[in-house]
């Protein structure tokens, strides 16, 4: 068993004795230790050989697994910013300088990124971090299409547009940048970034982003730094030690890993996506002094760094051809889409490894010096935060797509289905924040939550409006599980990102709501105690097709077929579905065939 990354129990099984075919239940002799405030446990469980055989020898591990201990873990209190050594501040048109004991730190307005992080004399970043929405494409990735049918968001970030940058001081402790911005996109999107940079060094960086609707699915949400040559030693604590993806990444056991920048290469036959890492809790970046730059996933995030740009490896043909620069790239990324790879010639990620652009992406994590003398674990397990709220729960469940940054929120219920305003809980970050929650007087209505910090330095307040409608569009509402046989599902759009146009018996008719897909295509929806009594939609295989393709409409609720279409192609008018799901626990609607 190991506390982060320390062995605090061990053991061994030695008369193991389990039949082929067969299963057997045992204990393991582990006791639950004391629990340290934000320290995670994981069992590892390895199997090896007892004796030798002619393929390996005694000892030699034929299987292993870690297993994460579920234990109650306290979190740490975050530091009270006042208590924080003091910093000052200066604000000019195109800069603000901030400057505490031994860093200072110079931002850039125009490009809305640090353009300076010094520590003690030593530079810690060349330039960034900045938005960056692309990966290098893999072979997989080009096989499907991915980089003409993405390109928007190739440099997307490289070309943004910043639109307003606003500072707020937390006292003399403490400041926060916030960063509103666009991008160029096909349709235009929206990015926002905040930096709050505290008197103890640290600097966390909250990023979302806002893409328009009908957009292709994005390779990468994320950010990338460009970092001085020195920093070569690379150690983190995450998935490792190879290179690993979200679709790629459970053989992979976390753990704290040490190797360097140079050593992320990889000379495929052609250069492509290489180093990532996943599950990230912290990474360091190192001279030969020990001196450094520390980022710490809030609460994880992906990193990857080379010696070579994303333009490098998607322009050459051959490992030979690349030119390794002495600077060093760094992505810390929210994700990267999956691999991919159930074949090299059209198949993409599985819808749960990509990030479609239908829906808002938020992540964070945080920047600071490192020394020799420094813990790296220690360091990351200290909690600076800005936010005054945890969650907030409707009824008893989380919010959905609940963030502290994102303070106005709206909920639709139908007619009949709610009694009474929801009740709406908070769940503050300490317990010395004030929350105080005003209920709307009715529905249709708007609850008001407003919290404070117990020095009154931070506050906030968020405003959930909820809504009685007549009807729910499934396009709007969550689903539980959703796959597709070619491409990205898109919402309110066809798989094209156009609108949905389907045949009719007087022509053709486009619809500004609905779901595209390709076949084979399965969505999942729970719809258990929702109150929902009937699910109708139209379904017909869009117009954008070609003459060969054919669909077939199935729609199951609680396991048995409610509707079938038939086999339809793209003349086929649109048939209507009417079914009854009164009572029911889970709605279930697929799309066999060749085409959407």
Not at 145 to 160: C, L, V, Y
Not at 422 to 451: F, M, Q, R, Y
Request: with cysteine; proline share 5%; charged share 25%.
């Amino acid at each position: 068993m190991k506390q982060d990354d320390k062995v605090i129990q061990q053991g061994e099984i030695a008369d193991l004795d389990v039949a082929p075919l067969s299963t057997k239940e045992i204990t393991l002799p582990i006791e639950e230790p004391a629990l340290q405030a934000g320290a995670e446990y994981y069992v590892n469980v390895s199997f090896s050989l007892k004796e030798d055989t002619k393929w390996a020898k005694k000892g030699h591990d034929i299987a292993n697994e870690q297993l994460k201990v579920p234990y109650d873990v306290p979190q740490a209190d975050p530091e009270n910013i006042g208590d924080m050594p003091a910093i000052s501040t200066k604000d000019d048109e195109n800069s603000i300088a901030v400057k505490g004991n031994d860093f200072e730190l110079q931002f850039d307005k125009k490009k809305g990124t640090i353009s300076s992080f010094n520590f003690q004399g030593t530079s810690l970043l060349k330039d960034g971090p900045a938005p960056d929405f692309w990966r290098a494409p893999n072979e997989n990735d080009i096989g499907n299409g991915m980089p003409s049918r993405t390109g928007t968001w190739r440099d997307a970030g490289k070309n943004r547009t910043v639109t307003d940058v606003q500072m707020k001081k937390y006292g003399e402790n403490a400041v926060r940048i916030n960063v509103t911005g666009t991008l160029p996109t096909t349709k235009k999107s929206d990015y926002q970034t905040s930096y709050i940079i505290y008197g103890t060094g640290e600097v966390v960086v909250k990023n979302t982003l806002d893409p328009a609707a009908g957009l292709p699915e994005i390779p990468a949400v994320g950010m990338q730094l460009t970092l001085p040559k020195e920093f070569e030693q690379m150690n983190w604590y995450g998935r490792g030690p190879e290179d690993n993806y979200w679709d790629r990444k459970t053989g992979y056991p976390v753990g704290v890993y040490s190797s360097t920048v140079d050593d992320q290469f990889f000379p495929y036959a052609v250069p492509q996506e290489m180093g990532n890492k996943t599950d990230v809790r912290w990474v360091t970046f190192t001279n030969e002094d020990g001196v450094g730059l520390m980022a710490t996933g809030l609460p994880l995030m992906e990193v990857n760094a080379l010696h070579y740009t994303k333009a490098d490896l998607e322009k050459s043909a051959h490992p030979y051809e690349l030119d390794r620069k002495d600077d060093i790239y760094v992505d810390l990324n929210f994700h990267q889409m999956g691999l991919g790879g159930d074949d090299s010639w059209g198949a993409r990620p599985h819808q749960e490894y990509t990030m479609n652009a239908d829906q808002s992406y938020s992540y964070s994590y945080r920047l600071q010096p490192i020394t020799k003398q420094d813990k790296a674990m220690d360091v990351s397990k200290h909690v600076v935060t800005d936010d005054l709220v945890k969650d907030i729960t409707i009824d008893g469940k989380s919010l959905d797509g609940f963030a502290p940054g994102k303070t106005d929120y709206s909920l639709s219920y139908l007619k009949g289905t709610v009694d009474g305003v929801p009740k709406v809980e908070v769940t503050p970050i300490s317990k010395d924040v004030k929350v105080t929650v005003t209920p709307a007087e009715k529905l249709p209505g708007k609850t008001v939550i407003e919290v404070t910090s117990a020095d009154g330095m931070l506050s906030a307040a968020y405003e959930i409006q909820f809504n009685l409608v007549d009807e729910l569009f499934v396009s709007d509402l969550p689903w539980k599980s959703a796959t597709a046989g070619w491409g990205s599902i898109h919402r309110d759009a066809s798989i094209e990102g156009n609108k949905i146009t389907l045949a009719s018996e007087d022509g053709e008719k486009t619809y500004d709501k609905g779901i595209g897909t390709h076949a084979h295509s399965e969505i999942v929806y729970d719809i258990a105690d929702k109150g929902y009594d009937k699910f109708k939609a139209f379904v017909g295989l869009d117009r954008e097709a070609n003459n060969t393709g054919t669909v077939n409409f199935q729609v199951f609720v609680d396991g048995e077929k409610l509707f079938e279409s038939g086999v339809m192609r793209r003349d086929t008018p649109a048939k209507k579905v009417d079914v009854d799901i009164s009572g029911k626990k889970g709605t279930e609607a697929g799309c066999h065939g060749w085409r959407r």
